[in-house]
């Protein structure tokens, strides 16, 4: 398989870093980013010189325009970008969710999103190739009570992915992904002890990488989700 240049956001743990780990590993070259300096620096030593750690908060668009320009200048256009990176809310009716929670939760999720899209895409238009797979959930799909700013920005990823996809010309794709129910610190916040029944970060990378690989022009604007 020829080796891709993939960007994937919120790379420091749970399904980032799963992705990051197995990409690298078939051969993908990595750029990836997290707010944690002393993450990006663990992974970076990880993955080894071909691949790029970056110290990035997703929702300072400034951040993010700096990373995209630094990698297009290097390396040109990727061919996949993941935007992983997420947060939830702790759960909480509503109306009792605090406005600095809900409001870095809107910053990450969906100006983040906007923020990687604005600064990559249009180097990836002028070759008029690549992939955008924008993290859904299946609470982007749904609802359940006590994490309704999560669903909230979730539903909008899948909006604002089907709208982009009827943007793009013939050749590209924009995807919204539901990557499945996956053990990993957020689901811990919601489920607790019984998180630890579903399948690990690691487990679902050896699903997903295939997957996230095979994704093409053809299924543009389709919502998507990992297999089980």
Same mark, same amino acid.
């Given at each position: 398989?020829?080796?891709?240049?993939?960007?994937? /956001?919120?790379?420091?743990?749970?399904?980032?870093?799963?992705?990051?780990?197995?990409?690298?590993?078939?051969?993908?070259?990595?750029? !990836?980013?997290?707010?944690?300096?002393?993450?990006?620096?663990?992974?970076?030593?990880?993955?080894?010189?071909?691949?790029?750690?970056?110290?990035?908060?997703?929702?300072?668009?400034?951040?993010?325009?700096?990373?995209?320009?630094?990698?297009?200048?290097?390396?040109?256009?990727?061919?996949?970008?993941?935007?992983?990176? $997420?947060?939830?809310?702790?759960?909480?009716? /509503?109306?009792?969710?605090?406005?600095?929670?809900?409001?870095?939760?809107?910053?990450?999720?969906?100006? $983040? /999103?906007?923020?990687?899209?604005?600064?990559?895409?249009?180097?990836?238009?002028?070759?008029?190739? $690549?992939?955008?797979?924008?993290?859904?959930?299946?609470? !982007?799909?749904?609802?359940?009570?006590?994490? $309704?700013?999560?669903?909230?920005?979730?539903?909008?990823?899948?909006?604002?992915?089907?709208?982009?996809?009827?943007?793009?010309?013939?050749?590209?794709?924009?995807?919204?992904?539901?990557?499945?129910?996956?053990?990993?610190?957020?689901?811990?916040?919601?489920?607790?002890?019984?998180?630890?029944?579903?399948?690990?970060?690691?487990?679902?990378?050896?699903?997903?990488?295939?997957?996230?690989?095979?994704?093409?022009?053809?299924?543009?604007?389709?919502?998507?989700?990992?297999?089980?």
């Amino acid at each position: 398989m020829t080796s891709k240049r993939i960007v994937i /956001t919120g790379v420091s743990r749970g399904l980032g870093r799963a992705m990051a780990e197995d990409f690298a590993a078939s051969g993908h070259e990595v750029w !990836g980013c997290t707010r944690s300096p002393a993450a990006a620096a663990e992974l970076s030593q990880q993955l080894g010189t071909s691949h790029h750690v970056a110290v990035v908060d997703v929702a300072d668009d400034e951040q993010v325009r700096l990373w995209a320009a630094e990698r297009l200048a290097q390396a040109g256009p990727p061919d996949l970008v993941l935007n992983n990176a $997420g947060v939830i809310n702790e759960p909480a009716s /509503t109306w009792e969710v605090p406005v600095a929670e809900f409001d870095r939760l809107i910053d990450i999720n969906i100006k $983040g /999103t906007a923020n990687v899209i604005r600064h990559f895409l249009p180097a990836m238009l002028a070759r008029r190739q $690549g992939i955008i797979v924008n993290f859904s959930s299946g609470w !982007g799909r749904s609802t359940s009570p006590e994490v $309704g700013p999560y669903c909230a920005s979730k539903w909008a990823i899948e909006g604002l992915t089907r709208s982009l996809a009827q943007e793009l010309p013939s050749g590209m794709a924009a995807i919204p992904l539901n990557p499945g129910i996956i053990h990993t610190e957020m689901l811990e916040q919601c489920f607790g002890e019984a998180a630890k029944s579903y399948p690990s970060s690691q487990a679902w990378a050896r699903r997903a990488v295939p997957y996230l690989l095979s994704l093409n022009s053809r299924h543009n604007g389709q919502p998507a989700t990992v297999p089980s």
